[in-house]
């Protein structure tokens, strides 16, 4: 599956001045899997951002995983890495914060808790009811996160404290454009985060920039993303076709 408005990846392609491709990572380059240590990135997708990382200003992957797991799962040298959504890497939870998250998911069967840093997931894709469970888990959460200064966001099959206010992606393709001096920039990804970044290309194409927003189609891929987009592929499989088209 690839659908398009025709003149969006010819208006990049032919677009003057620097230009950068950012991707997601999980549902984008790699498969959704049932644990996140189990991901790998797909088959062919680190040539292809080989030959991008030539031909183009900046090539980058946003992710709101850690740098460390970034750097085994991408290996490509040259490719920026915006781990943690671009947030520092040395900020820390409020104190007793992770217990207490831990206690809410203890009750809850099928939880994995991520401790990231400065932010901490639940993870109910392993619960046997995972609607059930999100419902649980963020009538436990929302209040904890109101109480903590943070936001709770969610995610596919998570649910995440994170820094209140705190750009994520959006601030993260932002920080991108803004460092690299871009004045094209084409986007992919697959989740409701996604969005965000979505909505800073379109007020970059307002200002004037070439912009080409990416959806990559799976089953967990909400409809709002592919309404959104200037082009929709198949999975990681199609993605990896259109960079190596670029």
């Known amino acids: 599956m690839e659908s398009s408005k025709p003149r969006a990846l010819a208006a990049f392609a032919a677009a003057e001045g620097r230009a950068g491709v950012l991707v997601d990572f999980d549902g984008s380059l790699s498969p959704i899997v049932a644990r996140p240590e189990l991901a790998r990135i797909r088959e062919g997708a680190r040539d292809a951002l ?139 990804g697959d989740d409701q985060a996604d969005l965000r970044a979505f909505a800073v290309l379109d007020r970059l194409a307002a200002a004037g920039l070439v912009t080409v927003k990416v959806a990559v189609h799976g089953p967990e891929t909400p409809s709002a993303l592919r309404t959104a987009a200037d082009v929709v592929v198949d999975g990681p499989a199609g993605l990896v076709d259109l960079l190596r088209r670029l």
């Not at 639940?122 to 109101?146: I, M, Q, T, V, Y």
């Open 50 to 188: 080989a030959r991008l990382v030539g031909r183009y200003a900046v090539v980058a992957v946003v992710s709101g995983r850690t740098r460390t797991e970034l750097e085994t799962l991408i290996g490509v040298p040259g490719v920026r890495l915006a781990a943690l959504y671009g947030m520092d890497d040395d900020t820390t939870l409020p104190d007793g914060l992770e217990d207490r998250v831990r206690a809410i998911a203890a009750a809850i069967p099928g939880i994995r808790i991520e401790h990231k840093g400065g932010s901490i997931a639940a993870h109910f894709r392993g619960a046997s009811d995972p609607e059930a469970a999100e419902a649980a888990l963020a009538a436990g959460l929302a209040p904890l996160a109101a109480e903590a200064g943070m936001d709770l966001i969610g995610g596919k099959k998570v649910l995440e404290l994170v820094p209140a206010g705190r750009p994520l992606k959006d601030g993260a393709v932002e920080r991108i454009v803004e460092d690299a001096g871009l004045g094209a920039v084409l986007y992919a």
